[in-house]
Each structure stands twice: as C-alpha cells, then as structure tokens.
C-alpha cells in the first residue's frame, strides 16, 4: 500500500510538473525551461538504449573508438592545461580572493569539507579499484611482459595516475569556476553561471538553459551508471560472502534499498545527511586503511610508497601526456582516456557540489584543499592496498592475482582473506561500499535538484526526494536489461564536447580573476566618514543593532532605492544611460546599473546577505529565501566584479549616495 501510495504521489508530481502553469500552489521550486527539456531527454534516451540495446551499444562502443583513435591527444592536452592552470591559480596573487564576501567564513569545519568532497568524488572508486586495477597494471602492463622485474612501480604510479591530481584538477577547477560566479557575482549555482563572461545576461535565456540541461543529462547518466556498476560489486561481495545468488531480482532489491536510504539522506538535508554520512565513511576508511598497514609488511608498503609517490611526482607530466603513439597497444583507450573522459563528464556534478560546501575560503585554500589532501589519501590508499595485492602475488599467490585481473568486483573480497577478521573486514568493506554509494547518490540528487530549480537548494523534501526516484529508475532498468554498458559509454563520450566547455569556462574565470585584482576590491569607500552633518550617536546605535528582516526590507525601501533612484536621475541628465531594478518584494534587492558601448558597464547592488547572531535573537527567516537558517540580513554591496565585502546598514540616503559616486568614480578611471 505504501509503495502504491508514492508511485501515485511520484507521478502525480510529474503530471503537476509538466502541466500545471503555477507550480507555486503546490510548493514546488522548479525551471520548467530545464526540467521538462532533461526529463525528456533522459527517457527518450533510456527508451532507446532499452529498444534497441545492440544497435545503441554497437553505434555507442563505434563512437568511443573514434574519440580514442582520433581526439586522444586532444584529452591528453586538457588534463594537462587543466593540471598546470590550478597550479597557477593556487600559487598566484588570486589565491587570496575568498570564495564569497572577504568577511566571510568557511561553512564547514575542514574535516566536514574534506569528508564530504571526497566522498561524492572518488570515495567508491577506491574500494571499486583499490586492489584490482593495480594488480591488473602488473599483471597486464599496457607495454612489456606480465608480472615483469620493476613492474609493481609501474602499475601503482598508473594507478596513481589516474585517480590523483589530474582527476582532482578537474573537479576543482570546475568547483572553482561556479563558486567564484555565484559566491563572488551573485550568480545561480548552476552550470549556467560559469559561461557569464562568454554570454552575459543571455545565460537566463535559451542558451543558459540548454546548459543546464546538458549537465542534469550527463549528471544523471553518470549516476546511475555507477549505481549500476556498485551494485554488481555489492552483489558480487553478498554472493561471495553468504551465497546470495546474483540475479535480476537481488541486484533491483540492493538498487531500491540504496536509493531509499538516498531519499531519507537528501530528505534530512545536507548538514544532517549528507555530511554525516561522509564523517563516518571517513572514519571507517581511515580505520581500514590502518588496519591493512599495520597486518600486512608495513615497512615494505611505506618504503614503497613513499618511493612510489616521488616517482609519480617526478614523472607526472611525462605519465599524463604519453599516449603510447609508438606503442601497438589498446590499453591507452580501456584505461587512461577512459578515466580522463569519466572525470570531465563526472565535473558538473562534483563541481557543483564541491561548490556548494566550499562557500567563505580562499582560492588557494579551495584548490589545496581540493587537489591535494584527497590525492594524498588516494596515493596512501592505493599503495596500501595495491602494494599488498601486489606483495600477495609476489609471495606465490598468482591464483590470486589472476582472480582479480579477472574478476574485478571481487578484488577487495578476495584480498581480504588473506587478512585476520576477514568476515568482520568484509562486513566492514560491504557498509562502506553502501554509505559511498549512499553519499554519491544523495548528493547527486541534491545537485540535480539545485540546476533544476535555478540554483535554490531550499526546496520541498519531495521534490529533492524525486531524483533519487528518477536516478534509481533509470539505473533499475538499464541493470536489469542490460543497457548500463551503452550508456556508460555515451556519458563517456560527453566528455570531449564537454571539454570544451569547461576550457572555455576557466578562460572566463580568468579574465574575472584579472577584473578583481585590477579593481579595488573587498574595500569601503571612505565616503561613509564624510558627512559632517550626521548623527554619529544614532548611526553608532544603528551598527550595535541587530536588525530584523523588515528593518532591513523597510531600509531599503525607504533610503537605499530613493538614493540609488536619484544616482541614476543624475546619470540620464549627464547623457548616460543608467537603470535601477527593484527585486524587494522578491530577493530583497536593488540593482543600478548603466550600459555604455565604448566601456564596461558599472553594476551597484544592495542585495541580502546573513549575519550571524545569537540563538537567543528572535528572527523572521522566513520572509526572505537566506542561504542561512537562523541568520538575519545585512544589505551587501556588490560591484560587477562581486561582492564589495561591506554593508549600508545605518546609512543616510546622502552617505549612500555619496557611497555609489566613490564607486563609479573609481570605476571610471580603472
């Protein structure tokens, strides 16, 4: 009865999606522009893959082949370019440009940032890959012979290779781009925003909604194409383990009972799911790995990696753009542009993610952060647990080793065994793979929710709970009919126009990156002290208050837009053209802006923004749609290169005024 209840309620939620013309009735948040163009898309695509699963995987399978033979230098360059422009970035005088007002502070504690970026990242991929894909690179080396003298380097620097800095360079540069554009310039956190510089205003248009489609597309498909896959390997571990058998049946249990606990996580939100579930997993990794280290030859598997990670680094540029060219071998295609095409396609959705936890740090930490603490774990891991697999084989075990190479969702079980408290470890492995899978999923649907609805993530439980439906749906039926091997190959193949995109988005960042450090940015005009007729105990009052939200809507009202208001009269009297646009009853901001076609347009707005106070405080969250629950509003400047890192709050119309000329007066002669 209960199942019958939310398939009619899930449908009924489409129906009102689809056809109802004022979704607010019914509560939903919803771009009807992005929405119903992915959700077409997405069934009409399962629909052919379900049809016509030869002809699709045979056209799908014909198509990657091409991109290998044809544009594998081309993804070779990307990784690269992508590799050495977030060294720059991190090391440069951007570095100290804070991702949100200059005032701000990070959201998360560093851990909680870690944990949660890593596991929506990679966090399954290490328990996936772990032991095989090293043990695969000694046994099958893309040149040379099998199991060869000094072979064991080669296989984990590959391996390394493949899961460290270039696949973190990836995801942080895209997080990068769309935390700078909405943290920093007020942008929507969708994909949309990172193409401001490229396509201005017209990203609210046609073109910024086929943008968002796109990534809702190749978000989706990568999901569910990894929810497939992971549940092979559970089924695999519960089979290996309790004979549970592998059939249709199982694999669409463990499908639905991953995705539930996805729906409950994403239904608590992403503070009390999400983040909670990756502490643990972290935890439980850090304990496993320790575990491993310590029964195995823990001074042989720190030796080698320390040996191991200073030959990857040595030779990270010589690994990462050698593509076997002289070589006769396949292997470049099934590995390395494999991975290097799954993290582009994967960048939305790790990208927006990523991004919407690392609001309030500075650029340089953000990319730190983000490319080396996990690529350092990576590395630790990967020696860990490869370097053992591949010691086991060294010792007698070539059974072993083969059972791996060939069946590779069995590797962690099959190591395993070889450990004391095997059961109690594999129980342990088969928790971890689920709360992976679990994070992965429901921080997909989140992602997918938020390009959904124009950037707002505050939105019904059920609509968030609606994507973890659609993900699940769309992974059940390609298992079961086995339509995930097309479909994993289509999303791979996203890659290469994606790449693209995410080139053309980091040339934006960085003529945004140089507009910020020409400009005097983050720094008050000093316009506010010069006023010799103000009040100065009411406007001392006014700062040791802390206003309520329609103190502000009221201030704003009645000083902000009658002086902003004036500003722009006096402009149209100077022959320039000036607007000012009123989004109070709305966001609660005001925005003056001019156009001009020999120079950069100037841009002032007085928009909302939290501040922090006490619980005891008595607010009205409510009326306004703050990023922060039980936070009131202080009305932030911005200036068109972002946030200006101060407040009016307890100004005069007059200081305000004079405020807005300090600006555009600077403006003009930057």
């Known amino acids: 009865m209960f199942v019958r209840e939310l398939l009619l309620h899930f449908a009924d939620t489409l129906i009102s999606i689809f056809f109802m013309s004022n979704l607010s009735d019914r509560g939903f948040v919803v771009d009807r522009a992005v929405f119903i163009p992915s959700i077409a898309f997405l069934l009409s695509t399962v629909a052919v893959v379900l049809l016509f699963p030869e002809v699709s995987s045979a056209a799908f399978n014909t198509l990657q082949a091409t991109i290998v033979e044809n544009a594998s230098w081309f993804y070779g360059l990307v990784m690269a370019i992508l590799l050495v422009a977030s060294g720059v970035l991190a090391f440069s005088r951007v570095g100290t440009i804070r991702l949100g007002p200059d005032n701000s502070s990070p959201d998360y504690s560093l851990f909680s940032w870690l944990s949660m970026l890593f596991a929506a990242g990679v966090g399954i991929g290490l328990m996936f890959y772990g032991v095989a ?162 029964a195995g030859p823990t001074a042989l598997i720190l030796g080698g990696t320390l040996e191991n990670f200073g030959f990857y680094v040595a030779n990270l540029i010589t690994t990462s753009t050698n593509l076997f060219i002289y070589e006769d071998t396949e292997w470049l295609g099934g590995w390395t542009i494999f991975y290097w095409g799954w993290w582009i396609s994967w960048a939305p959705f790790v990208g927006i993610f990523i991004a919407r936890i690392s609001r309030g740090r500075t650029i340089r930490e953000f990319l730190i952060g983000v490319m080396v603490a996990p690529t350092l774990f990576v590395v630790l891991w990967m020696n860990v647990f490869g370097g053992s697999a591949i010691e086991l084989i060294h010792a007698g075990e070539t059974t072993f080793g083969e059972a791996v190479a060939n069946d590779q969702p069995l590797g962690l079980f099959l190591f395993l065994d070889y450990l004391p408290g095997t059961f109690y470890l594999s129980l342990l492995s088969l928790m971890m793979i689920v709360i992976f899978f679990v994070t992965s999923a429901d921080s997909g649907a989140l992602v997918l929710n938020m390009m959904a609805s124009g950037g707002v993530d505050e939105t019904p439980v059920f609509q968030r709970v609606l994507w973890t439906a659609i993900i699940a749906a769309i992974s059940a039926t390609l298992l079961i009919t086995g339509g995930l091997q097309a479909l994993q190959t289509a999303t791979i193949a996203t890659a290469l126009p994606f790449s693209l995109i995410l080139l053309g988005a980091v040339w934006g960042l960085l003529r945004s990156l140089q507009s910020d450090l020409q400009s005097s940015f983050g720094k008050a005009s000093s316009s506010f002290d010069t006023d010799a007729d103000v009040d100065w105990q009411s406007r001392l009052g006014a700062l040791l208050t802390v206003p309520s939200d329609t103190t502000v809507l009221k201030f704003q009202q009645e000083t902000v837009l009658p002086a902003l208001t004036a500003f722009a009269t006096e402009l149209h009297k100077n022959g320039v053209a000036a607007t000012v646009t009123n989004h109070i009853s709305s966001d609660g901001s005001i925005v003056l802006s001019t156009e001009s076609e020999v120079e950069s347009c100037f841009s002032y707005s007085v928009k909302l923004a939290p501040q922090g106070v006490d619980a005891s405080v008595e607010t009205n969250a409510n009326e306004l749609m703050l990023p922060v629950e039980g936070s009131t509003s202080i009305t932030e400047v911005h200036l068109a290169s972002g946030s200006a890192g101060y407040c009016l709050w307890g100004l005069t119309e007059a200081q305000v005024i004079a405020d807005v000329l300090a600006q555009f007066e600077q403006h003009r002669r930057t």
């Open 133 to 294: 894909e090293p043990v695969v690179h000694y046994l099958r080396p893309p040149v040379g012979e099998s199991a060869a003298i000094g072979g064991e380097n080669q296989a984990v620097n590959l391996t390394m290779l493949h899961w460290g800095f270039n696949a973190w360079s990836v995801y942080a540069l895209m997080a990068l781009v769309l935390a700078y554009f909405s943290f920093r310039r007020g942008l929507p956190l969708t994909l949309r925003s990172a193409f401001y510089p490229i396509l201005g205003d017209r990203i609210y248009g046609p073109w910024g909604a086929a943008i968002d489609v796109f990534a809702i597309v190749c978000t989706t498909f990568g999901i569910s194409t990894s929810l497939g896959l992971g549940v092979e390997q559970l089924s695999t571990g519960l089979n290996y383990l309790f004979g549970v058998p592998e059939s249709g049946g199982i694999k669409l249990f463990i499908t639905i009972a991953i995705m539930a606990m996805a729906a409950v996580s994403v239904a608590l939100g992403l503070d009390t799911g999400i983040k909670r579930l990756s502490e643990i997993n972290s935890f439980l990794a850090i304990a496993l790995l320790c575990f491993v280290l310590l």
